[in-house]
């Protein structure tokens, strides 16, 4: 038999036609045509999607199962995400809630080449929790965003990555703002030997990232951020395949924009394409995710998954270090715990606010809570 992908949807729909709903949906996410002009016996019996199963969530809801052709992606992570949700995209009844994938298909995309244990051994954090922070506001020239780097290093913060909105711009070219950060942050190495560790952030086509995670490497930087949804899942995987050394950063922007439910995009899809850490918006923020996705989207980051390595959470968006003792008796210490403009407003005392995070978050990790 050959594998087949499970894509469970979410449909608004009335009762009386649902059935067929459910059979145009699995046709327009598989041959898209007309079934009776379908007159290969392989492409009818293998190709065309199945509806498995209808379930009424709720007055006008239902839970619609569709298996597809595991075949039908090869290893495109690109074809995936058009394979599941392509078409049905355009509709707006239709929400794409979660997948089942066959175990070699989620192996033969690999996965996080570091994961969890890869960027704790690199910042020396056995068991306890991560630290971030961001480099903000784009606009600023390289030095400006260098001498930001230095004070949160000086803080002790364990990975100091680019606002998202960083790329290549006139006022801060990537290269001259690798350069200069990654050298801020070398002069600011701890008494230990450590170094926090840079995580710049990549942009432009898939030409320009490869030479962007060149140019990292060259500085002695082996941690890059990349936009999945903005540079396509399968450049995303491509470039993660092609630098086994490099560990990726996903950042959601765009995450938002089609109706796919955000355990599944970012906690699964994400990591399974090589996301060895995976920003998302933590309830109570600037965003409008609840605490149950916020749960449920950490564990697909952490679950057993095939072969795969465990992805960290990043919950973000508008955090304070007043929330760390809650954020971490909520996810626990197998998470990076990311604040930016909270540790911003300091300004002049910005080195004495990051102080005050990283202790936090280290007080937690030896039980003696905030």
Known sequence: MHPRIEAVYHVRCDAQTIEERAR??????SI??????????????????????IREKEHGLFEVR?????????????QLINMLFGNSS?????????????????NAFGGPRHGLNGLRQRVGASARALTCSPLKPQGLPAAALADLARRLAHGGVDYIKDDHGLADQA???????????????????????????????????????????RLAR?????????????????????????????????????????????????????RMLGADAVVFPNYGGRFGYSPDTCRALARRALDKRGDLRPCVPVPAGGMSTE??????????????????????????????ATRAFVTKVHRHAHGKGA
């Not at 929400?95 to 989620?106: F, G, K, R, Y």
């Not at 690798?178 to 560790?197: K, M, P, Q, S």
């Not at 560990?247 to 995009?265: D, K, N, Q, Y």
Request: hydrophobic residues 50%.
């Open 66 to 78: 569709i298996t597809l052709a595991a075949e039908t992606v090869g290893h495109d992570g690109g």
């Open 24 to 29: 145009a949906i699995a046709v327009e996410q």
């Open 171 to 213: 006022y801060s070219p990537f290269a001259e703002r690798l350069e200069t950060v990654a050298a801020a942050l070398r002069a600011a190495a701890r008494t230990d030997g450590r170094i926090a560790r840079y995580v710049p952030s990549l942009s432009g086509d898939l030409d320009a990232m490869r030479r962007q995670v």
């Open 323 to 352: 929330r760390v003792p809650e954020m971490l008796a909520f996810y626990g210490t197998d998470v990076m715990v990311l604040i930016g403009g909270a540790l911003l407003e300091a300004g002049e005392h910005l080195i004495e």
């Open 32 to 53: 898209e045509m007309p079934l009776a002009a379908v007159t290969d016996d392989y492409v009818r019996s293998e190709i065309v999607g199945r509806v498995e199963d």
């Open 218 to 270: 060259d500085a002695g930087v082996d941690t890059v951020m990349v936009a999945p949804m903005i540079c396509g899942f399968a450049n995303f995987h491509r470039l993660v395949r092609e630098n086994p050394g490099t560990a990726f950063v996903a950042h959601p922007t765009m995450a938002g924009a089609a109706r796919i439910a955000p355990p599944l995009l970012l906690g699964t899809l994400f």
């Open 90 to 106: 355009l509709h707006a009844d239709v929400v794409l809630d979660d997948v089942v994938l066959p175990a070699e298909l989620v």
